[in-house]
């Protein structure tokens, strides 16, 4: 199927998919027994048919990357890992403008996002990783006249939906820059630029096996999870399923990196820069959508500027655009998947109907209603909002925001430190040691002190307590890929 | 240590401080939490016999309510545990070496006894056991550095990232070694700011105690450390399924009731430090302290 890059466009081809998707194992496209259609969450039009893995898929998939560990990667010298990873981050840059697009079909997120944050930080995360590959020895991890750390063996990675090719680079490079080989299985509504990167994996003439994408639904990410070959799991997704997951790493003594979520605060105080702080949340929650996955949506405000806030933050609100993904003027694109609009719409009525005082941006432009097709849900945001509404804790990975006010800075470190979620958090004051006083009250694993939302790969990214587990990026994210138990390194 | 005294949920040491670390035995050795050294709440003891099989003392049998308040102490002495400088924290625990060493004679009699071994193994594990507190007492204002990154990114933004202690970290001691087992696994712990519940090994509970009893000569704030003696199959499922428990350290649970208790400890996504079997006299490396640390990055914007 063809799509023209639109008012996205870079003058460059249209791009075009195949009618249907094998898995990449072993270096190149096999079938399977049963596929499932990927559709636009814009249009509910199919944009591919993609194949279902089953258990022997896996199996499959876990036996080519333990080949390819054995044979090929744990053993070639770090610098040639480097050059398969800088070839890799090419010709990611290369195809960007058809992998933005792709990206914005398949997850709903308006393309000015995919093209100009989500692909630049993928291309990035390899380039960065690159460099790590034949430097662990000094990554200060054990003596550096030492031989380097030791990879893990095989990683078996799950990802979510909301920036997939984003996360895939979080997990896949550090994952072979350290030497391990690696299943991915992207998330069953998003799996279109996953299986492109096989394409390049393909292209870049990385040894067959090093990378292996399985598409599939839950099932098939259990799988990957679970299978007895894979010596790391890295999962990216909600917290009921990454406790299951850390129950059968534990059983298995398999290592573990859990990304989950979990609604942080973002804290905007009486002395702040209202505008700023507005402008922050709003582009930190409402336009970058995807990335802060339900980190940013709670917002606690002193008191006496509460009033001020919500007013700035609704006038910026109600200039938001929503549109198809595609069209370079969309602020908010579409919901990833029906299951997603249903639960924020669950969510919000609850909300409602426990007394939080609901505004929602106007819907569409210049119409009163949403599309009849594909999943819409205008920028909305809950005042009054108290820590008894499901909708104050509970993950939305949408753009509600929900605001309540604080007091005092004890009062709001103490309500934020409550919960056991830990992602993200920001704070807003013109107060250099207030800020940090906060930052360093809050039990969060990255705070954003007078900005939001911001990522790098040089710059470790993860939750504490249920949120996750390990970091990715950085040098911290390195560790997570080593085997650095008893202090050996004699590999 | 003007910081930790000060602070008001953080009494130091308990009023009823022993002046000195008993050797001989007494009756019954009893549990410190919160500072004090409570009986079992359900009133139970054990006994414990030395290597000979001589009868050494009794001890008390901690049940799941006392495994409970001492995380709740444990949680209490956390704020102002974590948030006191590193410098201070260490010279909270270079105190405690000090009074090991003021009565390291009793305790390798109390190795000794309990043991089974020569005087020369007993002394050398006790200045083993001294040497690897004061390695760790001289971690806690050195961690955050060698731990810590300046990151940097692409635009205007300065980011730090820096350790932070988890939290309540359940440390159950290994039965391998009385006294240089249980101060490696300890220490690390409490080093970095979490506070810490132990659970003695079934084997040397009296030690566990006679260690408590230095914290508390040494005026260890209260709750910093507490100790269970009992029986670990019945203490650690508690300990390993506590919402108040961040981090548990499985060096003492053998391997069947340390696969549970990961599996449990899942339950709630704490960190859980299992690393293989150790040479408690080796050089310890700095991964069990990493294991009982989260990582924070804080990002701001740089600009006029």
Redesign the interface.
């Known amino acids: 199927m063809r799509f023209a890059h639109g008012a996205a466009g870079d003058g460059g081809s249209p791009v075009t998919l195949r009618g249907s998707y094998g898995l990449f194992i072993g270096g190149s496209f096999v079938s399977g027994s049963s596929v499932f259609k990927t559709i636009s969450p814009a249009t509910e039009e199919v944009l591919a048919e993609v194949t279902h893995g089953t258990t022997e898929d896996v199996d499959r998939a876990v036996a080519a990357a333990r080949g390819a560990y054995e044979r090929v990667w744990s053993v070639m010298p770090g610098r040639e890992r480097a050059r398969y990873l800088v070839r890799i981050a090419r010709l990611l840059r290369e195809r960007a403008a058809e992998l933005a697009v792709i990206e914005s079909l398949d997850t709903g997120r308006p393309i000015r996002q995919t093209r100009d944050v989500d692909l630049p930080l993928a291309v990035?995360h390899f380039f960065y990783h690159a460099g790590w590959a034949d430097k662990l020895a000094y990554a200060?991890f054990g003596p550096a006249a030492g031989p380097p750390p030791r990879p893990l063996g095989v990683v078996g990675q799950v990802i979510g939906w909301n920036s997939p090719l984003l996360m895939l680079a979080w997990k896949i490079a550090p994952a072979l820059a350290c030497g391990n080989t690696v299943v991915l299985k992207p998330a069953e509504t998003t799996p279109l630029t996953a299986l492109a990167f096989g394409e390049i994996c393909a292209e870049a003439g990385l040894p067959p096996g090093v990378v292996n994408i399985v598409t599939g639904d839950g099932l098939a990410g259990q799988l990957v999870a679970g299978h007895p070959g894979v010596d790391k799991v890295a999962f990216t997704g909600s917290p009921e399923v990454?406790?299951e997951i850390?129950?059968s790493?534990?059983?298995w003594g398999k290592r573990l990196t859990?990304e989950?979520g979990g609604t942080a605060a973002n804290i905007v105080c009486a002395d702040a820069d209202i505008e700023a702080a507005a402008r922050g949340i709003v582009e930190g929650v409402f336009i970058r959508q995807g990335h802060a996955c339900a980190a940013s949506s709670r917002v606690f405000v002193q008191q006496p500027v509460r009033d001020e806030l919500v007013a700035a933050i609704r006038t910026r609100m109600a200039a938001l655009r929503s549109g198809h993904p595609l069209d370079e003027a969309t602020d908010i694109g579409a919901v990833n998947s029906r299951g997603q609009l249903e639960r924020i719409t669950e969510l919000t009525r609850a909300a409602q109907a426990d007394g939080a005082v609901r505004w929602s941006a106007p819907p569409w432009p210049e119409q009163d209603t949403l599309p009849d097709r594909g999943f819409w849900f205008p920028p909305t945001l809950f005042a009054g909002v108290t820590p008894e509404h499901r909708i104050a804790g509970e993950e939305l990975c949408w753009p509600v925001l929900t605001v309540s006010s604080f007091a005092t800075p004890e009062e709001v470190a103490e309500r934020t430190s409550g919960t056991?979620y830990g992602l993200s958090a920001g704070v807003w004051t013109r107060q250099g040691a207030l800020?940090e006083w906060l930052?360093?009250r809050l039990?969060?694993?990255?705070?954003?002190?007078?900005?939001f939302g911001?990522l790098?790969p040089?710059?470790?990214?993860?939750g504490?307590?249920?949120s996750?587990?390990g970091?990715e990026g950085?040098?911290?994210g390195l560790e997570d890929y080593l085997d650095?138990?008893?202090?050996t390194y004699d590999g | 240590m003007a910081d930790l005294a000060d602070a008001p949920e953080l009494p130091v040491g308990p009023p009823r401080a022993p002046s000195r670390v008993r050797a001989a035995p007494r009756t019954t050795y009893r549990l410190y939490i919160g500072g004090a050294f409570p009986r079992a709440a359900s009133g139970r003891t054990f006994e414990v016999h030395g290597a000979d099989g001589a009868f050494l003392a009794s001890a008390a049998l901690a049940a799941g309510r006392d495994a409970r308040d001492a995380v709740v102490a444990a949680r209490a002495a956390f704020p102002g545990w974590s948030r006191a400088a590193g410098y201070d924290r260490g010279q909270a625990l270079y105190r405690v070496a000090e009074v090991m060493e003021e009565h390291r004679a009793l305790f390798a009699a109390q190795l000794r006894r309990a043991a089974g071994c020569s005087a020369d193994a007993a002394y050398t594990e006790v200045d083993a056991a001294l040497d690897r507190w004061t390695w760790y007492a001289g971690w806690a204002d050195k961690i955050t550095q060698v731990r810590g990154t300046v990151n940097p990114v692409a635009g205007s933004f300065g980011t730090v990232t820096l350790p932070e202690p988890v939290g309540v970290a359940a440390v159950l001691a290994p039965p391998d070694s009385a006294l240089l087992g249980l101060v490696s696994v300890l220490a690390p712990a409490i080093a970095s700011g979490n506070t810490a519940v132990l659970v003695a090994s079934e084997r040397y509970p009296l030690l566990a105690v006679a260690f408590a009893e230095a914290l508390a000569a040494a005026r260890l704030p209260a709750g910093v450390v507490n100790v269970l003696t009992g029986e670990l199959a019945e203490l650690s499922p508690w300990l390993a399924a506590h919402q108040e428990v961040n981090a548990i350290d499985l060096a003492g649970a053998p391997g069947p009731l340390a696969d549970d208790l990961a599996v449990a400890a899942a339950g709630s996504l704490k960190r859980v430090v299992r690393f293989p079997a150790a040479d408690w006299s080796a050089e310890p490396g700095l991964e069990r302290m990493f294991a009982t640390l989260e990582t924070k990055t804080t990002w701001h914007p740089l600009g006029t």
Not at chain 1, 443 to 451: F, Y
């Open positions: 990035a200060g990454g406790r850390a129950k790493a534990a059983l859990l989950l056991r800020s930052a360093a039990r969060a694993g990255v705070i954003w002190l007078n900005s911001l790098d040089a710059v470790p990214f993860g504490y307590q249920e996750g587990l970091r950085g040098r911290h650095l138990t008893g202090g």
